[in-house]
């Protein structure tokens, strides 16, 4: 089992910026890919960002390229997500993932493990 530990939401004005980091535990892996995904109030969970055990493939939503960067350090087993330029239309719960497959899926579904996800404020 792994266990995932978000953290680094918060309140923030827009245009301010927030780091969110999430901590993998337990059971290692050789290589895994991993994601962050978001869900704002009455939406469906939507895909971010997510990158590749290698680090040198990266994705992104549109809806945040340019303004968000995903990162990892294998050693510490942390992903983090830099968001900057931050929009009230970014506000939601931030939940961090793990692929397995090590493919960076823009798809929910094909990750094996979910944290218990961070509030990311923006006011307007």
């Known amino acids: 089992q792994v266990q995932l530990v978000e953290s680094g939401g918060g309140l923030v004005q827009a245009g301010g910026s927030l780091r969110l980091s999430c901590a993998a535990s337990?059971?290692?892996?050789?290589?895994?890919?991993m994601g962050w995904f978001r869900q704002a109030p009455g939406k469906e969970r939507e895909f971010v960002a997510a990158?590749?055990?290698?680090?040198?493939?990266?994705y992104y939503a549109d809806s945040v390229k340019g303004r968000f960067t995903i990162s990892r350090d294998n050693a510490k087993n942390t992903v983090y997500l830099q968001m900057n330029s931050l929009k009230p239309e970014d506000t939601a719960v931030y939940y961090c993932a793990v692929d397995l497959r090590d493919m960076g899926s823009w798809f929910g579904y094909e990750y094996d493990y979910w944290g218990q996800g961070t509030q990311v404020t923006v006011s307007s």
């Open positions: 990158i590749r055990w290698s680090g040198g493939f990266t």
């Open positions: 337990g059971r290692t892996f050789s290589s895994y890919a």
